[in-house]
């Protein structure tokens, strides 16, 4: 998905068919909790062989779960235009097409 082949319509269309929903939490001022909920279970599915020496005889396909907690903190603080500001806020600024929300 992070290959440049792919149109963004294309990854957006990808993701619209594996991810049911993302759930955004704030814990503070500076870190927010997305719960990506799949819609099938991915998260930490394993393959395991019948025969680790032999694999054609083939797999069993175990389930994973259906959903992933990821915490994402702010950036180092940088400095624009010589004021110091935390990084996400200088995106928030100059690319607030990156912090809306589509909920359908």
Known sequence: MKSSDFKFEDK????KT???NIVVKSTDNLEH???IKFKLPYVNDQLIYKDNKDK???YILKDGSYSK???IGSLKKIKVNGTKM???QHYKQECPQY????VE
């Open 33 to 35: 909790d997305l719960t």
């Open 18 to 20: 594996i991810i049911n």
């Open 99 to 102: 912090y809306s929300v589509t």
């Open 56 to 58: 054609s005889k083939g």
């Open 12 to 15: 957006k269309k990808f993701l």
């Open 86 to 88: 935390l990084s996400d």
């Open 69 to 71: 907690i990821l915490r």
